[in-house]
């Protein structure tokens, strides 16, 4: 599933071609993905004017002059092609601009969605109202994380994929943080000192950043806007290296968590 990162780059692929234009076609070529489409989505969107483009979490949002906003997941296998042709059947949404440049959202898997939201509302929507701060911004910090995980003998792995905690974390990144900064995905949040769990937030920051500048990992079916890959894959100290030498030298271990694979190091990670 494309976490953070990718969605990040691929609002930033997205930023020259829609930012500051008109939207002069909005169509759906199935009534759903995941959820159904707005049934009003063509009729809000169309001739309206991208105003800006960002993120929350694992969320696209395409702002617009008619103070609405388009909230999109990616789910599994989604992603945007620019002026792609000959549309395929895997494209659900397309939007043209003024310019005539063609977007198609793309979902194989259909596990993704579209939304509208009011932009001044954006924070009351479902998906962010209990989410916890970014990642990267400044709330989240050693001593946010220490209040939050005070007492509680939940894994630190699984109380940093609460989006409650903290919004945006995969699995992924997750792992490769937790190796990084030394600490064992099970060992119990509450347990960790504050010095320890400020290393952690650097490691967090450190490998969402770096990600971010490869562009991403090449999972399966993501691809940037351009249809590029990402490389950070190749950058991965544990995840989905079972067996492969750590940095510390000792083998990568794996185990399931909650149906999810985990990916650390038995020597170093404590």
Not at 198 to 210: D, N, P, S
Request: hydrophobic content about 40%; aromatic content about 8%.
């Amino acid at each position: 599933m494309p976490e953070l990162p990718e969605v990040e780059t691929t609002v930033a692929g997205l930023v020259p071609v829609l930012d500051g234009h008109r939207l002069t076609r909005v169509e759906t070529y199935r009534a759903d993905m995941r959820k159904l489409f707005p049934e009003d989505l063509r009729q809000r969107l169309t001739g309206a004017r991208v105003t800006s483009l960002g993120r929350r979490a694992k969320y696209g949002l395409i702002d617009t002059d008619r103070g609405d906003t388009m909230i999109f997941h990616l789910g599994m296998s989604g992603r945007w092609r620019i002026d792609p042709g000959a549309l395929g059947p895997h494209d659900h949404l397309v939007l043209e601009t003024e310019k005539g440049l063609v977007l198609a959202l793309n979902d194989p898997r259909r596990f993704g969605f579209v939304d509208l939201w009011r932009t001044a509302d954006i924070d009351a929507y479902d998906a962010f109202a209990r989410m916890g701060p970014e990642p990267l911004g400044e709330i989240f910090s050693a001593s946010y994380l220490k209040d939050r995980v005070a007492g509680r003998q939940a894994p630190i792995k699984a109380m940093l994929l609460d989006q409650s905690v903290v919004a945006g974390l995969g699995n992924i990144y997750v792992c490769e943080a937790l190796n990084l900064s030394g600490i064992h995905p099970g060992k119990a949040a509450g347990q960790i000192s504050k010095a320890r769990l400020g290393k952690l937030v650097e490691a967090i920051k450190a490998v969402l950043i770096a990600a971010i500048n490869a562009g991403g990992s090449s999972l399966r079916d993501y691809a940037r806007p351009s249809g590029e890959l990402g490389y950070f894959s190749e950058e991965w100290r544990v995840y989905g290296r079972e067996g492969e030498a750590c940095a510390c030298g000792a083998p990568v271990l794996r185990r399931v968590d909650s149906g999810r694979s985990t990916f650390y190091c038995g020597k170093c990670q404590k």
